[in-house]
């Protein structure tokens, strides 16, 4: 069975090499979320990413590699510090931002200067970033695949084969099903193009500042502190993102059974996705306990926010996650969801 299985494997990473060079769409499983996957050296195949997702053109996508050893192709004047954490965090859901090499598409930087590179942890993604490198990469020997999230833009990030299937049905020629995501949230993204600054995380995720600053030697900046003129764009720094249609209330545990009892009086449904044990006895038409510690509760938040969205209920109640920095990548994406779909904090 599991010569079977290898050679399934096998046949559909073939397929999607061969698929990927002739300039089509490639979903594929990241240890973050699923990305959909294009040859980033074709700007016209990137082209595609942009018009299957509605996203805009000046909005930058990561390039995945398959290692370390390829950054030199899309980056230049690379600092010490990308080097080390590279080796301390590939692969793995770190995201550097550095300076474009000429040969870098602006395609895959928004018309920026600066390119956001990383080397994704997750065992079928890495078999086909290898195996597109082995078949000579793209254009030029250009070893990277262009992959945002594999979902509409704005919308909750894909962390299974069929919630792509279910957001972009046929633009995406074929889907590398992985089974679900281990890690659940975008990867953290790290600035270091400018080299007359310290280093600045520009998007919260799974390595924390604290583990990058156990690397470099120094705590890099965060979102929100003064931010130097110039700095990047990159992927879900908007307000409003990773968000459902049903808009979503985020309320404090100690007032969650209040806002639900109100939201019943007057007649609104509600989903409630929550952390707190003694969150599953209070009144809602559905509910999600997911796990009280980050991780677990990042692993499953995208996918409570779909099913919830599904259910048909006027409003989706997220208890609102304690303020520690261990939280802080999911705070981020829970604020940027109620944001998008015109929710509230209480």
């Not at 073939?14 to 959909?36: H, I, K, M, N, S």
């Not at 957001?167 to 400018?194: F, Q, R």
């Amino acid at each position: 069975m599991s010569r079977v299985l290898d050679d399934a494997v096998r046949a559909s990473l073939d397929a999607a090499v061969r698929l990927l060079q002739a300039g089509e769409l490639v979903a594929f499983p990241t240890e973050t979320v699923y990305g959909l996957g294009a040859n980033a050296a074709n700007p016209e195949a990137v082209a595609k990413i942009f018009a299957a997702k509605g996203r805009p053109a000046d909005h930058p996508v990561i390039v995945h590699l398959p290692g370390a050893a390829h950054i030199e192709r899309w980056a230049v004047d690379i600092p010490q510090t990308a080097w080390d954490l590279a080796e301390a965090f590939w692969p793995g859901p770190l995201t550097l931002i550095l300076k474009r090499a000429p040969a870098t598409p602006l395609a895959v930087t928004g018309g920026q200067e600066t390119v956001g590179l990383r080397a994704p942890a997750h065992p079928l993604a890495l078999a086909l970033l290898r195996a597109y490198a082995q078949a000579g990469g793209g254009r030029q020997g250009m070893c990277g695949i262009a992959a945002p999230s594999a979902n509409r833009f704005g919308r909750i990030s894909p962390t299974d084969a069929a919630h792509v299937r279910e957001e972009l049905g046929d633009a995406v020629s074929l889907v590398l099903d992985g089974g679900a995501c281990d890690v659940g949230i975008e990867s953290t993204i790290i600035d270091l193009s400018n080299l007359d600054v310290p280093p600045r995380i520009l998007r919260p995720g799974h390595i924390t500042p604290g583990q990058i600053a156990a690397v470099i030697g120094l705590m890099p900046a965060m979102p929100g502190q003064a931010q130097p003129t110039g700095s990047p764009r990159v992927p879900g720094a908007l307000a409003a993102h990773y968000a459902p249609r049903t808009p979503v209330r985020v309320v404090a545990a100690a007032v969650l059974a209040e806002t639900l009892a109100a939201l019943h009086h007057t007649g609104q449904s509600a989903a409630l996705i929550a952390h707190s044990s003694s969150a599953a006895s209070l009144p809602a038409r559905s509910w999600c306990l997911l796990p009280d510690e980050a991780e677990g509760f990042a692993r499953g938040l995208y996918a409570a926010l779909r099913t919830a969205d599904r259910g048909g209920c006027d409003v989706i109640v997220v208890e609102a996650v304690p303020d520690r920095p261990e939280w802080a990548a999911v705070a981020d994406r829970i604020c940027r969801a109620a944001a998008g779909a015109g929710g509230t904090h209480q």
